[in-house]
C-alpha cells in the first residue's frame, strides 16, 4: 500500500474538536488581549505621573517586556512537558494578581508598588503566549499559519471591550472617588475570571493533538518523532534564524512605537478615552486581518508575509514620528499594528515549522525570549530618544530596526510554504 502524504491543498477538513478548541482559546486570547492594551493605552501615562518625566515613559511596557522574557522559554518546557493547559493556567492565575497590585499601586501612588504589578502582569501574558503553540499544535503545515491567526483573532475581540473598560471606568470614578486609572485596572480579574472555564473546556490538550496528528487527519502521513537534541537539517537551522530574527524586530518595533504613541496623544491632549480608541484600533491591525493573512501564508508562503509585514510597520514608524494629527498618528499605529501581524504570524509558522511537536514550546518560547528582550529595551530607548531627539528621530529608528531582518528573510529560500531549502 503507498503511503499517505500529507495534501499540498489549504483545504484539508479541520476536525470538529479542532475547530471547538481553536474557538475556546480564540475567546481566552481575547480577554488576555483586553487587559493587556492596558499597558500600552494607560502605562506611560501613569509613569509620568508617578515620576513627573517623560524619560522613563516607556517603563511600563519594558517592564512587561521583561517580565515575559524571563518566563517564555520556562514556561515552553512546562508546557512542553504537562501540556499546553499547565502554562496557560498559570499565565491567567499570574495576570489576575498583576492586575490587581497594579490598580493598588495606582491608589497608593506607589512606583515601585507598579513595577511589580507589571512584573506580575506581564509574566502571565508571558506564560499567555502558548496559546499560539496551542494552536500551531492542531492544524498541519498546510494550515498552520491560520490556526495560528484565528486564536490570535480573538485579540480582536480584546480590542473592543478594552475601551469600553477604560470608558466604563471614567464614568464610574466620580461616583466612587477612585481614580479611574485603578478602577480599570481592578475590573481586568473580572475579565479574567470566566477564562478558567474556557481552557477547562479545551480537550484533548492541544500538545496530545499534536503528537497524534494524522489521528484526527487521516490524509497526513505519519510524522516521523525528532528526539531531543537530534539535529536539524542546514535549511531549517537557516529558515529558524530568518524567522526569530523578524519575529524579534517586529515585535520590538511595535513595542516601542506603541509605547510613545499614547504619549504622544496625551501631550496633544487627547483623552484617555480617545487614547485607548487609538490603541485598539492599533489592535484591529494587529489581529483583524490575520485569518486572511494566515490563509495567504500557507498559499504563498511564510517569506513574502513577512517581507510585506515589515514593510507596512516601517510605514507606520514614519506616521507616528512625523506627524501631529490624531488621526494620521493612529493611522501609523494602525500600520504598525498590520506589519506586525504579518511579520509575527509568518515568524511564529516558521518556527513552528521545522520544530517537533514535542519541543515546539521551547521552540516558541525561545522567540519570545527574544522579542521580550526587544519589547524591554527598545521602548526604554524610545523614551530617551523622544526626550532628546524628538517623534522624528524614533520615526527614523523603527525604520532601521527592520532592515536586516528583511535581508535574512528575502534571502531565505522558501521551495513551499513550511518548506525550506
Do not use: C
Not at 30 to 44: K, N, R, Y
Not at 46 to 52: A, E, I, N, R, W
Not at 337 to 350: D, E, K, N, P
Amino acid at each position: 500500500m503507498a503511503a499517505k502524504t500529507e495534501a499540498p491543498e489549504t483545504d484539508i477538513p479541520i476536525p470538529a474538536v479542532v475547530r471547538r478548541n481553536t474557538l475556546l482559546l480564540a475567546l481566552a486570547q481575547a480577554i488576555v488581549g483586553t487587559g493587556m492594551q492596558l499597558v500600552p493605552s494607560l502605562g506611560a501615562v501613569q509613569v509620568v505621573m508617578l515620576t513627573g518625566s517623560s524619560t522613563l515613559s516607556g517603563a511600563a511596557t519594558s517592564l512587561l517586556g521583561f517580565a515575559r522574557m524571563l518566563v517564555a522559554y520556562p514556561v515552553g518546557r512546562l508546557t512542553d512537558a504537562r501540556g499546553r493547559k499547565v502554562g496557560l493556567y498559570l499565565g491567567l492565575w499570574l495576570a489576575l494578581a498583576g492586575a490587581l497590585i497594579t490598580g493598588e499601586a495606582t491608589l497608593l501612588k506607589s512606583l515601585w508598588l507598579f513595577g511589580l504589578g507589571m512584573l506580575v502582569f506581564g509574566a502571565g501574558v508571558g506564560a499567555s503566549q502558548q496559546l499560539r503553540v496551542a494552536a500551531a499544535d492542531m492544524y498541519p503545515t498546510s494550515r498552520r499559519s491560520e490556526g495560528i491567526s484565528l486564536v490570535l483573532m480573538g485579540s480582536l475581540l480584546g480590542a473592543g471591550l478594552s475601551p469600553l473598560l477604560v470608558n466604563f471606568a471614567e464614568r464610574l470614578a466620580p461616583a466612587t472617588g477612585v481614580s479611574a486609572l485603578a478602577l480599570a485596572w481592578f475590573m481586568v480579574p473580572l475579565l479574567i475570571a470566566p477564562s478558567f472555564g474556557l481552557l477547562f473546556a479545551v480537550r484533548p490538550d492541544p500538545r496530545e493533538i499534536a503528537l497524534d496528528l494524522e489521528a484526527y487527519y487521516p490524509t497526513l502521513a505519519k510524522t516521523p518523532y525528532i528526539s531531543p537534541g537530534q539535529k536539524t537539517v542546514s535549511q531549517n537551522a537557516v529558515a529558524r534564524r530568518a524567522g526569530i530574527a523578524a519575529g524579534v524586530a517586529a515585535q520590538g518595533q511595535m513595542a516601542m512605537i506603541m509605547a510613545m504613541t499614547s504619549l504622544a496623544l496625551h501631550n496633544h491632549g487627547h483623552a484617555f478615552s480617545l487614547i485607548s480608541v487609538s490603541v485598539a484600533l492599533h489592535v484591529a491591525g494587529m489581529f483583524a486581518f490575520t485569518w486572511p493573512l494566515g490563509r495567504l501564508s500557507d498559499r504563498l508562503g511564510r517569506k513574502p508575509l513577512i517581507l510585506a509585514g515589515l514593510a507596512a510597520a516601517a510605514l507606520g514608524a514614519l506616521l507616528v514620528g512625523l506627524s501631529s494629527g490624531y488621526w494620521t498618528i493612529t493611522l501609523g499605529t494602525f500600520f504598525v499594528g498590520l506589519g506586525w501581524s504579518g511579520a509575527f504570524v509568518g515568524a511564529t509558522s516558521i518556527i513552528t515549522d521545522v520544530t517537533p511537536a514535542a519541543e515546539r514550546g521551547k521552540g516558541v518560547g525561545l522567540l519570545d525570549f527574544w522579542s521580550s528582550l526587544a519589547g524591554v529595551i527598545l521602548p526604554l530607548a524610545g523614551g530617551v530618544m523622544v526626550e532628546t531627539s524628538g517623534f522624528a528621530m524614533l520615526a527614523l529608528f523603527g525604520v532601521l530596526l527592520l532592515a536586516y531582518p528583511a535581508l535574512l528573510v528575502w534571502r531565505l529560500k522558501e521551495t513551499s510554504p513550511g518548506s525550506y531549502g
